[in-house]
């Protein structure tokens, strides 16, 4: 289900302080990484852009991004104790400034590891009074506020792939809201992003990976 909006979203969000966009956004993009992932997380370099490098450590940025990571809520009393809680669970993190251009002045690169061995780059912004975006996954640019689930679709770029997909969610009773598709070039590999109403249950995500030319499919909750 999409995030609720109140009056207190208009205020700020119900937090950890000291700051909306560097704190509780900075929990709650953690968490969408965390989400998008899909894995269990055993390490994650964390690249500070910006505002995020130059004041975070002041605003707890740092602490707030791995509490994020490791599964708290923005209000959670444990953020500031996020970093020993990370050790505590094997959770290896570093930390290191990076310039990403014309890149939103709060924004994180986090790579992120499963003991398993995959990884997975996501980049993400905290834009102001706890909301954020996902901007990039891998090598595609995308858009992902957590604000609604989201379906992933790593795919081959095929002809009427969008439609098989589209398909077996109609038949799932699946609601779509929006839909975007990123692509390396054409033929080559693609990943499609599908925002619906409800998350997609786990039968349905399968019909979907059984799909001719799927690559990995990931049912991402709103957060």
């Known amino acids: 289900m999409a995030r609720q909006r109140s009056i207190f979203d208009i205020?700020?969000?119900?937090?950890?302080?000291?700051?909306?966009?560097?704190?509780?956004?900075?929990?709650?993009?953690?968490?969408?990484?965390?989400?998008v992932f899909g894995h269990e997380i055993s390490a994650a370099n964390i690249g500070l852009h910006g505002?995020?490098?130059?004041?975070?450590?002041?605003?707890?940025?740092?602490l707030a991004l791995v509490a994020g990571l490791l599964g708290m809520a923005p209000d959670d009393a444990r953020i500031r104790d996020s970093l020993t809680l990370a050790r505590e669970s094997g959770l290896d993190v570093t930390f290191e400034v990076v310039d990403l251009g014309e890149a939103h002045p709060n924004t994180a690169c986090l790579t992120l590891s499963a003991p398993g061995g995959s990884t997975m780059k996501v980049r993400g912004s905290s834009l102001g009074g706890g909301d954020v975006m996902v901007t990039r996954i891998d090598d595609y640019d995308v858009e992902i506020t957590g604000d609604l689930p989201v379906l992933a679709v790593a795919h081959i770029d095929r002809p009427g792939k969008i439609?098989?997909?589209?398909?077996?969610?109609?038949?799932?009773?699946?609601?779509?809201?929006?839909?975007?598709?990123?692509r390396e070039r054409r033929g080559a590999g693609a990943l499609m992003l599908i925002?619906?109403?409800?998350?997609v249950d786990a039968v349905t995500v399968a019909l979907v990976a059984e799909s001719d030319g799927v690559l990995d499919v990931r049912a991402v909750p709103a957060v």
């Open 11 to 35: 205020v700020g969000p119900v937090m950890i302080g000291p700051s909306s966009s560097h704190t509780a956004g900075a929990v709650r993009l953690g968490s969408l990484a965390r989400a």
């Open 51 to 62: 505002s995020f490098a130059s004041t975070g450590s002041g605003h707890g940025t740092d």
């Open 163 to 182: 439609a098989a997909v589209s398909s077996i969610l109609a038949e799932a009773g699946v609601n779509i809201a929006s839909m975007t598709v990123s």
């Open 195 to 199: 925002e619906t109403d409800v998350e």
